[in-house]
């Protein structure tokens, strides 16, 4: 069985639980990433997602819980259809990139002419065409980075699961790297990615789970998350005077600019029918969400504000 066929979804993770001694680093910890989703990982420093990843990979013996792939814990002979880039970059430093990623293209079963016109095109692709004959220790972390992640990636794997992968990268390679990994999106990868790049997540990924303290703190897709966390507001520019209404509550309100928190159940249209029904004379109307970022710092915030009591 290719991971590609397995029964939805494609990666389970129940009541998980991971102790280190007497730590507990992964408490209660579920959630499923369904097939051809790309799924952000997501949480401050320390709260447990490396750790998640390992116990899914087996390299940890999970405390409690279930971790499965395609349907059953994970072996390493599963792993033909499997790409993770560890956060630990680790890949032969003494030896010329193009031969590591040869190296690398034949355990994962590829022939070594598709493995070397693969790595050669993707050198080019990244800019590190005239790095082929390199040692690998001497490019700088950023470089290393980028070859690591071909060899993640060169047997087009169904799931690939990247922990930090723009890590440490300036903005032109960072997104040079996201087109990459959407690429591997667009043709059916399932992505489970960590990444501390909320404009990353917004781009590319389909759901999130936000870890606190080993724990889901918010679930879903990033339009669910952030009607967890203060949902659609309305920006509005007008002139008048703004109607007092059981369908909204005006947040801000200042020089014909105002921002209304819709009540439940409230509508963009009801709204407009309101304003204007009131005489209001309404310039512009948009609607706009917490972006990531702000969730993320609201709830990161509330750590250091419990870290303090
Ligand atoms: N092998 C280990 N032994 C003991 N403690 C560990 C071990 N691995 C991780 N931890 C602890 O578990 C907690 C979670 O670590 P983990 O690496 O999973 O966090 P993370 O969410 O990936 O963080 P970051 O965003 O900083 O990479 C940390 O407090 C860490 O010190």
Redesign the pocket.
């Known amino acids: 069985m290719t991971l590609g066929d397995a029964v939805e979804p494609l990666v389970h993770i129940k009541n998980f639980r991971m102790d280190?001694g007497e730590?507990t680093?992964v408490k209660d910890l579920s959630f499923d990433v369904r097939a051809g989703e790309t799924f952000g990982f997501l949480?401050?420093?320390?709260?447990?997602?490396?750790?998640?990843l390992r116990a899914l990979l087996g390299i940890y013996q999970p405390t409690a819980g279930t971790l499965h792939i395609g349907g059953k814990v994970f072996e390493p002979r599963d792993g033909a259809r499997l790409g993770y880039l560890p956060?630990e970059r680790g890949l032969y430093k003494k030896e010329a990139v193009l031969d590591v990623m040869v190296y690398f293209g034949r355990l994962k079963g590829l022939t070594k002419h598709k493995a070397r016109t693969w790595s050669q095109t993707y050198l080019e692709r990244v800019g590190l065409a005239d790095k082929a004959a390199v040692r690998l220790d001497k490019l700088s972390g950023g470089q290393q980075q980028k070859v690591q992640l071909g060899v993640t990636i060169m047997n087009d794997p169904d799931l690939l699961i990247l922990d930090?992968p723009t890590k440490g990268f300036d903005p032109v390679n960072r997104r040079l790297l996201m087109d990459i990994i959407e690429e591997q999106k667009l043709a059916g990868a399932t992505v489970i990615m960590?990444t501390?790049q909320m404009e990353e997540v917004e781009r590319l990924c389909d759901r999130v789970i936000l870890?606190k303290d080993g724990t889901s703190r918010a679930y879903g897709t990033v339009a669910e998350v952030q009607d967890q966390f203060g949902g659609t507001m309305y920006r509005l520019g007008y002139e008048g005077v703004l109607p007092a209404s059981d369908l909204y509550d005006v947040v801000r309100d200042a020089d014909g600019q105002a921002e209304l928190a819709p009540a439940a159940g409230a509508d963009e249209t009801a709204v407009l029918r309101e304003l204007i029904g009131a005489g209001v004379a309404v310039r512009s109307f948009a609607t706009a969400r917490a972006s990531l970022e702000e969730i993320f710092i609201q709830v990161y915030g509330e750590q250091h504000e419990m870290a303090e009591v």
């Open positions: 280190f730590t680093v949480g401050s420093n320390g709260s447990g997602k490396t750790t998640t956060e930090e960590v501390h870890l």
